[in-house]
């Protein structure tokens, strides 16, 4: 079965600093890995993702993730936090024979001024 | 840019009664989900929907739940008889393609409270 950890219920930065937010998945097979942000009062939006290819992925918001597969990782990296980035910040996996997405439990980012 | 719109964003319901939420997916999108996330705990998938009909879903959507897209442009969640944990924020998304070739885009969620 698959599923995703997200080490850390909170992470909390000064502002300028390197934002780094860690998932690790298990899956049986080759997975599909997606990080979503998600501010408050507001659904889910996606930040990136990676399904084959390039394990550096980058997304919006200056934010990018490496897939490392003999880790079974795929950690969130920002070089200098921004005030704006305070959100709550989800992992996820997907099957290729699946429309399921599994979440991880998320992980609230502080930005401290 | 187009998004996803659910209403209410509150409904509070007693136990025992039927609750609909409803949601206008994205105009030109083909694939329909309901998410689910209880106060504290994973967003959990609920159901997929795709071309008039349940695409997948997962042991929580029982017989207690049905989805339908009754008019081309309104998708919606029916829980017949909620029970108290029921209570969660429900989020609709829709994508243009399946959902690895194209991102989910959320809807900002209905809170449902079940008393």
């Known amino acids: 079965a698959q599923s995703v950890t997200q080490l850390g219920s909170h992470v909390s930065v000064s502002e300028g600093a390197l934002v780094l937010l860690r998932c690790n998945y298990s899956?049986?097979?080759?997975?599909?890995l997606f990080w979503y942000v998600q501010y408050p009062n507001q659904g889910l939006q996606l930040l990136l993702k990676?399904?084959?290819?390039?394990?550096l992925v980058k997304g919006i918001n200056g934010f990018e993730a490496e897939f490392k597969k003999s880790e079974t990782s795929f950690h969130l990296t920002k070089p200098s936090a921004h005030m704006s980035d305070a959100a709550e910040y989800f992992c996820?996996?997907?099957?290729?024979?699946?429309?399921?997405?599994?979440f991880g439990s998320g992980t609230r980012l502080l930005v401290r001024p | 840019e187009p998004e996803v719109t659910q209403t209410p964003s509150h409904q509070v319901t007693q136990m025992g009664q039927e609750v609909i939420l409803r949601c206008v997916p994205i105009s030109n999108h083909l694939y329909f989900y309901w998410y689910r996330q209880i106060l504290g705990q994973k967003v959990e998938f609920l159901v997929s929907f795709y071309n008039n009909e349940i695409s997948e879903k997962s042991e929580i959507f029982d017989d207690q739940f049905s989805v339908e897209r009754p008019d081309g442009s309104n998708f919606t969640l029916k829980i017949r008889s909620t029970k108290l944990e029921d209570s969660a924020m429900y989020f609709c998304a829709s994508s243009a393609k399946g959902p690895v070739n194209s991102p989910l885009h959320f809807g900002n969620g209905t809170r449902l409270t079940v008393t």
């Open positions: 996820a996996v997907r099957k290729s024979s699946s429309y399921k997405l599994i």
């Open positions: 990676y399904t084959t290819g390039a394990t």
């Open positions: 899956s049986s097979v080759p997975p599909y």
